[in-house]
């Protein structure tokens, strides 16, 4: 099955940057959309950003838009999310997921692997 690990986060003054990995087995990012999800407390599940292996083409949250940048390595088989320009409400813990969607791909319940997480903080 597929398995999913996010690294990368923490502590950022506002208008920082940080750069977040998930690293993927059990399937090629190359092969299957890769999909990154955000959750804020007491908020749902948010999409972030998506890569469409069928067409190549992203796709952002309307929050993130012109700030966050969604890519991969394959030869480390390897989702990233390049964040700048962080604000407050960017707190959350990010997550990551691959894999054909069984909805619309900002759609939490689409989804049926997640990984553990990964805590970012904008002061």
């Known amino acids: 099955h597929v398995q999913l690990v996010e690294s990368g986060g923490g502590s950022v003054e506002a208008g920082g940057s940080l750069t977040l990995s998930c690293a993927l087995s059990g399937d090629t990012v190359s092969s299957t959309d890769m999909v990154w999800f955000r959750q804020g407390p007491g908020k749902e599940r948010e999409g972030v950003a998506n890569?469409?292996?069928?067409?190549?083409?992203?796709y952002y949250g309307n929050s993130v838009k012109g700030r966050f940048t969604i890519s991969q390595d394959n030869a480390k088989n390897t989702a990233y999310l390049q964040m700048n320009g962080l604000k407050p409400e960017d707190t959350a813990i990010y997550y990551c997921?691959?894999?054909?969607?069984?909805?619309?791909?900002?759609?939490?319940?689409?989804?049926?692997?997640w990984g553990q997480g990964t805590q970012v903080t904008v002061s």
């Open positions: 890569i469409y292996k069928t067409s190549g083409l992203r």
């Open positions: 997921t691959a894999g054909v969607p069984g909805g619309n791909w900002y759609d939490p319940s689409a989804w049926q692997y």
